[in-house]
């Protein structure tokens, strides 16, 4: 794997789908993530990922997920399944606490939020690409959630798009072990031309 | 020209930017606006079609430019300067009059919305163009603001992914006459299949 | 998960990467693949469902990956890990037998190639979206290779633009069960609506 | 219109549809760009530019219209009026004299050639846009043809995507003096940074 290396310049962070429902306790799904989110700490090191980004000057990029309205996806003649389970579910509902993102996760002024996207891909039918590309960005380091749905598009779709991807391994949490290495072992590899620790990302950003 | 036609299943009536400030008595451009806009009736024109979308079923989509923000562009290091023109005008405010629907144009319920654009083309980094899909439409038939910036760009970008287009020539306006000629003569013939009057689109609209 | 149907209006096959150097006996790439492809008689099964496409009259499409040039990527500032190994390995050199589509799947007269993807997703960077609309379709049938990068790429993206997805199961092959079952059980069915075996979906096109 | 700088690693050249059917004498179209474009010296300042880019070691882009094909068009469902014509012309026949690039403006090595664009933008439906993010370019400097129809739309498409653009007015040509005033008076300073003469960019290029 190629050496990666960071400057303020051109490298982003990018935080996907802080949302309460994702990793605070209550949120409507994080009893299906929590197994695996605290065995390897994955909203700590989130956060001292963000906070080292914000120290160091590297610019914040949020990427969303559309919060449930009512009468979305209603007249819709297509649809993923994983729309029809965010719609039945109502996930991340807008204005309620669910659908707020984590109060440590909160964007502060200068930081970037996309606008909110449909389905996994944060680039997909969104700002985030003319964002990043406004803002100079060519690299991303990418945490959050679910490893295996949103953050894998995402990687993906940067991949696809001509950004260079660094994948925080334990800044991100899935449903299940088989499911994270999916993801981390099997697809993002592919993608992501650093597959790193939050450990080493930190001691990377510091040292910019 | 072909010859253009519409049922209710791959049609949609797509209105561009309804804003107070553009269309509204005391909106911040309409007195740029209005010599051209009162001499094509496009107000009027506009509401007929709209109601004729309506009341036959044909689905409506909203294309809007996004709402300006404090802290909106300061941080882009590449910028448009019809972009720098809404940043110093604050344009279509956000929690402002003038950045709200005129009333009449206001969307219904199942009526869609699209992200708001940062640009002029509704489609650039929106999901415009997902929402229509997803509701199975073709064919747009195109009312708003302005002609040769937001309406011509929007209507460009929807021939180039595939939509079969017709501009409503006197339900849009613009600075000047020559501005109106250059959209509406010079350019969307290119891109729009059926160049039509408020009165054509909407003997066609009843009849479906 | 909901029952899919097809109409030869709104329905396509797309056959994704049908090259030598992925199906062919002596092909760069088919003694990694021929394991999972011989077990699951990948190739017959990829025959079938093109045939009775053929026959129902159901258009086809084809998603083509880049065909290695001289030149390629040694400019590139910013490059996948997946790319670099299509580099290394000149995988569907232009010019020569592997980069050349395996004879039974070359496109007939009526049907329709996309300009070839740089990545995975046949979708990205390439006219495949614009060829889709323009013909008027939203529900794709899908076959070919490799499950987990090519195959799984165009599915996310294919549910991310607003089309209805089915999966031919065993018309696709890849380099080990576990990869298959990343792609085939963990990942495309959250984006595919229907995941079906190439009788099931010989028997539904025959009946169109 | 704020002051343009320019340095070699963030910008490019782009060259658009310097085709013989446009540019060179006995060309298809050359009899209606003729009187303006040699009004302008278009083709020699064009050169200028490109011999300035080479010489300065700015990389250097080609946006190059499809060239017809026999079977192109025919099974679409929904087609722009301009691909009708287009179509009906077959402009820029592949195999064809007229369909070849201009020998001057033969692509180098090392130089950029996007995948052919159906309509008039050269980003819509290419992979223009991930080659220009591949090589880390944030800065188009344009010449080429024609100037109202694909000059314009890819000058309106770059501003959408985040570029900054700057257009060189006596490297373009089009069928009228009006259709020129359109483009350069009326449309494209809302999208370009800078509008600038083949003098000025020369000179600019020429000192970094």
Known sequence: MMKVTYNKQLTALLVIDPYNDFISEGGK????????????????????????????????????????????????????????????????ENGTWGGEIRPEFEPKPGEIVATEHWCSSGFANTDLDLLLK?????????????????????????????????????????????????????NIPNYASAILTTKQVVDSIASL
Not at 54 to 81: M, N, Q, S
Not at 156 to 161: C, G, M, P, V, Y
């Open 134 to 186: 406004t803002h100079g960005i060519h690299k991303l380091i990418v945490i959050g959630l679910i490893a295996h749905t949103c953050v894998e598009a995402t990687v993906r779709f940067a991949a696809e798009l001509g950004y260079e991807v660094t994948m925080v391994k334990d800044a991100t949490a899935d449903y299940s072990d088989e499911d994270m290495h999916a993801a981390l072992d099997i």
């Open 29 to 92: 799904i994080w009893d299906r993530l929590k197994t695996v989110a605290e065995a390897n700490d994955c909203i700590p090191h989130m956060l001292q990922v963000l906070n080292a980004a914000r120290k160091a000057e590297v610019r914040v990029f949020y990427a969303l997920h559309h919060r449930y309205r009512p009468g979305d996806y209603e007249t819709w003649k297509y649809i993923a399944p994983i729309q029809e389970a965010a719609w039945s579910h109502k996930a991340f």
